[in-house]
């Protein structure tokens, strides 16, 4: 069998034109856009790519893109009273901090500054705890956007058994708790569980979230099962210099034995912007009750 791929690029570019016809529609009812306030702090590389990204697709999809880029030595109080300035801020509806931080910033506790209204990454405690008390909240975009692909496929997954590697806050835990609320049996497998291969062999969705390049192998998964991969694993250059983006599925042997499965590149990470575009509008509705 080889497994359908499902195309998150198309998927987030389908999702980016239905945020900015929402966007136009909110603007003609309220006369106002939507905001988002990046901040990164330092220059991480890759942190710097993202940022970019970001502002470029906001200004495309008709909302205000406002950036703040601070030296990689801001202490803490610099950074909170940044943050308590945004929340202030009426024409900022989303704020993002970009990770990961510097070390001597506490990312818990810039994280719990944000108020939970504007935080659209869906990381303050309010917005998890909303998730995990099924009340409606911010959700963190890369779950989201591993949802809305598993329902491009699927569109009811009730009753299937679905297994979670990994239980970070940012897609684990989100995402166990998303798929539960898509009446899924749900199985979160993590570094200290027993058997990943058997537990794996169970699912009939897959979600690898675990940063380990080619972890899951071909006979780890279920033949017919919805594999979302979620690992962006930078391997180091090869002999002709060129570096190469892979997941946590050895996806060569993943296509041969699933139903269908999300691509790295072009798979859940084109959703995860897209997605924040679309907090960025559902934030701006919240606080406006519209
Ligand atoms: N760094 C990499 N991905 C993300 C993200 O989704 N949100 C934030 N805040 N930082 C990130």
Known sequence: MTASLIDGKAAAERLRADVANDVANWKAETGRVPGLAVVLIGNDPASEIYVGSKARQTVAVGMRSFEHRLPAETSQAELL???????????????????????????????????????????????????????????????????????????????????????????????????????????????????????????????????????????WIKPGALVVDVGINRLPPDAAGKSRLVGDVAFDEGRNVAGAITPVPGGVGPMTIACLLRNTLQAARMRSGA
Do not use: W, Y
């Open 81 to 219: 009273a940044l943050i308590s300035q945004l929340n202030a801020d009426d024409a900022v509806d989303g704020i993002l901090v970009q990770m990961p931080l510097p070390p001597q910033l506490d990312a818990n506790l810039v994280i719990e500054h944000i108020d939970p209204r504007k935080d659209v990454d869906g990381f303050h405690p309010a917005n998890a705890g909303r998730l995990a008390s099924g009340l409606p909240g911010l959700v963190p975009c890369t779950p989201l956007g591993c949802m809305l692909l598993l329902q491009s496929v699927r569109a009811d997954l009730a009753g299937l058994h679905a297994v979670v590697l990994g239980r970070s806050n940012i897609v684990g835990k989100p995402i166990a708790q998303l798929l539960l609320k898509a009446d899924c049996t749900v199985t979160i497998a993590h570094s200290r569980s027993r058997d990943l291969p058997a537990l794996c062999r169970e699912a009939d969705i897959l979600v690898a979230a675990v940063g380990r390049p080619g972890m899951v192998r071909g006979d």
